[in-house]
Structure formats: structure tokens, C-alpha cells
Nanobody, 124 residues
Framework: QVQLVESGGGLVQAGGSLRLSCAASGRTFSFYTRGWFRQAPGKEREFVGAINWSGGSTYYADSVKGRFTISRDNAKNTVYLQMNSLKPEDTAVYYC?????????????????WGQGTQVTVSS
């Protein structure tokens, strides 16, 4: 059974940092694009960023560019989201996902596998 499991969420003050992890099991995602999305209460799920299969290329939403960094460790089948300079508007449930499509795919419909999500709350 394929599973993506996020961890690392929590409560942090504005300006702080968090690092999310997403561990995959059930199959290898070494040649898959790995992405992150988030969904705030009452809002649609939105693209945060993605990383290509080798880790050599990344693509970010304008709202997080320069503050968030995605990396991956294929040996561990894991992708990370380092979030710095957090703002209250970053508060959301964060989801990791995987797709065989390009890392520049920002639509959630392009992603085939999803984690259950982890809550990130940024207090002002």
C-alpha cells in the first residue's frame, strides 16, 4: 500500500521556522516529482512548490518564494519543506504529493499520490 506521511507541523510564532518531512512507503518515488500544497480554512488547496526527481530543479509559488525551500533524499524516499520567515497567512494544512508529471505542474489534479496533511499554525 502506497503511503505518504507528513510530519513536522506545529505552532510557531511569526518570523519563525519549521521543517516538514514527507516519507513515502509502498513504492519508490525516486523518479517522481514531489510537491507540497496547502489548504487554509475556507480556501481552496493551493500549490506551494515542487522538486524534480533528481532534486536539481525546484518551482515555487510566488507567495513563498525566497522563504520556503524544498529538498529531497531519494535514498530515504523523503521530501522536505523548510519554511523560514513564517507569516500568519502561512497557516494551513500542508500536504505532500507525488506525480509523474513535470515539477512545474502546479495543479493539484496533476498529482496522483497524497499524504494526509499536517497542520501548521503561525501566530502573530
Amino acid at each position: 500500500q502506497v503511503q505518504l506521511v507528513e510530519s513536522g507541523g506545529g505552532l510557531v510564532q511569526a518570523g519563525g521556522s519549521l521543517r516538514l518531512s514527507c516519507a513515502a512507503s509502498g513504492r519508490t518515488f525516486s523518479f517522481y516529482t514531489r510537491g507540497w500544497f496547502r489548504q487554509a480554512p475556507g480556501k481552496e488547496r493551493e500549490f506551494v512548490g515542487a522538486i524534480n526527481w533528481s532534486g536539481g530543479s525546484t518551482y515555487y509559488a510566488d507567495s513563498v518564494k525566497g522563504r520556503f525551500t524544498i529538498s529531497r533524499d531519494n535514498a530515504k524516499n523523503t521530501v522536505y519543506l523548510q519554511m523560514n520567515s513564517l507569516k500568519p497567512e502561512d497557516t494551513a494544512v500542508y500536504y505532500c504529493a507525488a506525480t509523474s508529471a513535470s515539477y512545474r505542474s502546479s495543479s493539484s489534479s496533476a498529482y496522483d499520490y497524497w499524504g494526509q496533511g499536517t497542520q501548521v499554525t503561525v501566530s502573530s
